[in-house]
């Protein structure tokens, strides 16, 4: 385990839904420049981007909130939506980082969250990086929805955890290692019920009405994955949006390709300051 993940500060901020927990890793240098907040994909939490951390710019804070209903934070009474994780996220900022404008580093369901808040304070928001967007039309985002989106019910029978099972030990295969794997795993099932609301969440995002929306400045990054051709469609949506494609990053983007990942981050706030 790396300096930067042992040092890794935990904590709760108090949301409009109850509690919103939250990963920091504390600036290992003097402070400086804008916080950046890590917004994580579906199904899991802010512990995706723990490798991550050990790659980040050593002089600013990253924070990592969960959303509600993930990780560590309070589920809310009704099923959330992409706003309501937006709101979450903001409940952090407000308390972590006061009337400082910010950063926000989304991947997958994150890019959409990013998005989200950027529009609902834009005050708040210096700029966007978005990694491998979930950028849907109407008719195919329904489709998936029908697919992925529908509760997941839990049962005394295993396989019941057979899909999060399996999407764990295939990145095992891949080289995350069975422990790393076996974290992502844990952290996935912990939503139970509601492990796919935030796929709900995005499949009923309407993302092209609000990418489009979007006037700050943002960088987006597609890798090599499904998400390719939507991402790409995603950075003509945003005015002024900066496409960068990383063809040669292929699988778990946020551990085995975290320095290759934090590199690029770290040049494009850099020289957008």
Same mark, same amino acid.
């Given at each position: 385990?790396?300096?930067? @993940? ?12 109850? !509690? ?11 402070? *400086? ?11 899991? *939490?802010?512990? %995706? ?25 309070? %589920? ?12 979450? @996220?903001?409940?952090? /900022? ?36 978005? /990694? ?13 929805? #029908? ?16 899909? !999060? ?5 295939? #990145? ?14 844990? =952290? ?6 509601? @492990? #796919? ?9 309407? *993302? ?10 943002? /960088? ?5 994955? *499904? ?17 960068? =494609?990383?063809?040669? /990053?292929?699988?778990? @983007? ?20």
């Amino acid at each position: 385990m790396s300096d930067a @993940v042992r040092s890794i500060v935990k904590g709760y901020s108090n949301g409009g839904g109850g !509690q919103v927990h939250w990963r920091m890793r504390p600036p290992v240098s003097e402070n *400086s420049g804008d916080d950046l907040y890590c917004l994580h994909p579906s199904p899991y *939490s802010g512990a %995706a981007f723990e490798e991550l951390f050990s790659h980040l710019d050593h002089s600013k804070r990253i924070i990592a909130p969960d959303y509600p209903g993930y990780g560590g934070s309070d %589920a809310l009474e009704t099923k959330a939506s992409i706003e309501d994780y937006a709101l979450g @996220v903001d409940s952090v /900022i407000d308390d972590l980082s006061a009337n400082r404008p910010v950063d926000l580093l989304g991947f997958h369901t994150g890019c959409l969250v990013g998005v989200e808040l950027a529009l609902q304070r834009p005050e708040r928001v210096h700029r966007l990086i978005l /990694i491998d967007c979930p950028f849907f039309s109407a008719e195919d985002s329904e489709r998936y929805l #029908n697919a992925y989106g529908q509760s997941h019910k839990i049962s005394s029978d295993l396989d019941c955890l057979r899909v !999060q099972w399996n999407r764990a030990m295939m #990145n095992a295969e891949r080289g995350l290692g069975v422990e790393r794997s076996y974290q992502l795993f844990s =952290e996935s099932v912990r939503a139970g019920s509601g @492990v #796919n609301d935030a796929f709900a969440a995005a499949f009923s995002y309407p *993302s092209i009405k609000k990418f489009s929306a979007v006037c700050h400045p943002t /960088i987006v990054v597609a890798t090599q994955s *499904s998400l390719l051709e939507p991402t790409r469609n995603s950075a003509c949506s945003i005015s002024g949006a900066k496409l960068v =494609e990383r063809l040669d /990053i292929t699988y778990s @983007v946020l551990d085995h390709h975290a320095e290759q990942i934090a590199e690029l981050v770290n040049g494009c706030v850099a020289n957008s300051e």
